[in-house]
């Protein structure tokens, strides 16, 4: 599995931002799919991950309420969205594709990642 990830960019705190990951190979479609962000001098924190089929999904605390995770499988391709923004959620954020069923909060549950997009909230 390869995964692209874009759509980061500068926004406003209190704005909204959609990312997209697309994956490709014959198995994107079996994994779970979770988002991670790092802030610089900080660890990789997780953000949220959504099911195989989509019908399932839960966040980290400090992102809950604000962002949401969806999947188009037609398009292979795996979104988080991001509203209410705070200057503290920017970071470099990366999506990953974790084996079969697993939804896991642990970024050494995943077996591929993205190269990572920057969002920046600021004024």
């Known amino acids: 599995v390869q995964l692209q990830a874009s759509g980061g960019g500068l926004v406003q705190p209190g704005g909204s931002l959609r990312l997209s990951c697309v994956g490709s190979?014959?198995?994107?479609?079996?994994?779970?799919m979770g988002w991670f962000r790092q802030a610089p001098g900080k660890e990789r924190e997780f953000v949220g991950v959504?099911?195989?089929?989509?019908?399932?999904?839960f966040y980290g605390d400090s992102v809950k309420g604000r962002f949401t995770i969806s999947r188009d499988k037609d398009l292979n391709t795996v979104y988080l969205q991001m509203n209410y923004l705070k200057p503290e959620d920017s970071a470099l954020y990366y999506c990953a594709a974790a084996p079969g069923s697993t939804m896991s909060s642990l970024p050494d549950r995943y077996d591929y990642w993205g190269q990572g997009t920057l969002v920046t909230v600021s004024s």
């Open positions: 959504i099911s195989r089929g989509g019908g399932s999904s």
């Open positions: 190979g014959r198995s994107f479609s079996s994994n779970s």
